[in-house]
């Protein structure tokens, strides 16, 4: 028997942009298949009449419904889809204990059980069923599109391949057995230390103050997680951060084993100047290449967009496309 929490959801606008007067919104909760329940927001069409293509979701990787997801529901439907944006199980307003942890196994469960209650929902139609995943979320995405035959398109935005980076580093700077080992040895030390003082470290979000000599993409990720904004008090990356040792099974995982085998349509967005689009190009590449479900499969590069530009510059997201593409596929 599934068995739903009681959540403390905030019932008025919290969000870091505008409430749309196009749309009724409204707070929900569903359960995945592992007892959590997870906190959404739904976003309806004003004035529905019959059963309407759904959407879900989420990203990037330790944002909450607050920031980019729910921008993006929201903008879909206005454009004439039920989209709803959920906190990932532990994080933000969602169930899960001990908190701030994640599993990829559990992500991409948490996007299933969005299916899940897209599917049952009454004003929305359970044959035409997309999801969009945003930053690392755009990878548990793809890897959902991989397993779950319900989701007929899938999009990522500015995605992260999460396993590739936790087990190589960025730019794949750390891709050698030594350097991982040396991560699991600080992993598992901090696992007994924690064991210890009967708490979960916690790696800090986003370095706050931002030192002059940052990296490029480090300053890309102050501007939005740590300014008006995008700075949202429920964001892991706008304050403490996951657990340290939350990285353990991302690094032995690989996702995207079989994305040569997704028969539905994806359409992979990313900014040409991101640190992070050659995460995008070598997993559209991977998917594409020698598979025979190539023909509905897209990667479309945005001229000069940084990761973040994605996140929430309504001016340079592809929400025309974005919305053709759901269009075409959710027929």
Known sequence: MMKAESLNMTQEWDKTFPRSENVDHRKISFVNHFGITLAADLYLPKNITGKLPAIAVSGPFGACKEQSSGLYAQEMAERGFIAMAFDPSFTGESGGYPRAMHSPDIDVEDFQAAVDYLSC???????????????????????????????????????????????????????????????????CTQRTADYLSGQYARQGGVVDPLPEDAPFFVKDYYDYYKTARGYHPRSLNSNDGWTVNTQTSLMNTRLFTYSGEIRSAVLMIHGERAHSCYLSRDTYANMTQNSQYADNKELMIIPGAVHTDLYDRKDIIPFDRIQQFFEENLK
Request: proline share 1%.
């Open 121 to 187: 929902l009454e004003q929305a139609d359970p044959d035409r069923i997309g999801i969009i995943g945003i930053c690392g979320w755009g990878g548990m995405a793809l890897q959902t599109a991989c397993i779950d035959t319900r989701v007929k398109a899938t999009v990522t935005s500015t995605m992260y391949d999460m396993s590739r980076v936790a087990g190589n580093g960025y730019f794949d700077s750390a891709d050698n057995e030594e350097a991982r080992h040396r991560m699991r040895v600080d992993i």
